[in-house]
């Protein structure tokens, strides 16, 4: 069926974040006491809600979730001065020109609503989107199902006619579940071979790309 609405993950999808995610990670590890974590482990969990990633990268430790949550986002406000995240190439062109075209779209992401809207705000593309979905307005996160069969229910959206597009294995599993199509980008924090290994509908190179896909 064509493609008539768009799904987009947020973080290593529409806006390059993880310079800003990781020294925020790191810092959070460090002030906690945690065993340092490698650059490539902090990004492996991008895309998972903060209160899950403790059991992902400390699963013999219990008991971190809210601990490191609140540390974390302490953190990421005082590091959000002096890093600022940015759009990648072709991003609000496309997302402009999708729009005029008629494509319904939203954001699914793992981030809390209100961060997610301070930075689509700071885009100027809010309005863009009919719906934004943060991981404290769900009950399961990603890879759940959840946040797209949720979209799809509210913007009565048939999921047959409907594209997940992130940059994790996270987002094509829960695109996947949901019943939806799915497309993998591969500049954002995890590589082809792991978004492969999730079997996406499409994988891109370039946000761009996006609108090829859309015309097939």
């Not at 800003?20 to 969990?45: F, H, N, W, Y």
């Not at 699963?59 to 953190?75: D, N, V």
């Not at 829960?174 to 082809?192: F, H, L, P, W």
Request: net charge negative.
């Amino acid at each position: 069926m064509k493609i008539r609405n768009i799904i987009f993950d947020f973080d290593g999808t529409l806006m390059d974040t993880a310079p800003l995610i990781v020294a925020t990670m790191q810092d959070t590890i460090k002030e906690l006491g945690l065993p340092e974590i490698t650059e490539e482990a902090c990004r492996s969990t991008i895309g998972l809600r903060l209160e899950d990633i403790p059991g992902v990268l400390f699963p013999e430790m219990t008991g971190l979730s809210k601990l490191y949550a609140s540390t974390y986002r302490r953190i990421f406000t005082e590091k959000n001065r002096e890093i600022i995240p940015v759009p990648y190439p072709g991003v609000i062109d496309t997302l402009k020109e999708l729009h005029a075209e008629g494509y319904g779209m939203s954001v699914a992401s793992s981030r809390s609503h209100r961060s997610l809207l301070e930075f689509t705000e700071s885009l100027g593309i809010t309005d863009i989107f009919s719906l934004l979905v943060g991981g404290d307005d769900v009950g399961k996160a990603k890879p759940d199902p959840e946040p797209v069969v949720m979209t799809c229910k509210e913007m009565r959206w048939d999921p047959r006619q409907t594209l997940v597009v992130g940059d994790t294995i996270f987002d094509i599993e829960m695109g996947a579940r949901a019943g939806a199509g799915t497309c993998g980008v591969t500049y954002g924090n995890q590589s082809r071979a792991q978004l492969q290994s999730a079997n996406p509908t499409y994988i891109i190179n370039s946000f761009p790309q996006l609108q090829e896909v859309l015309a097939s």
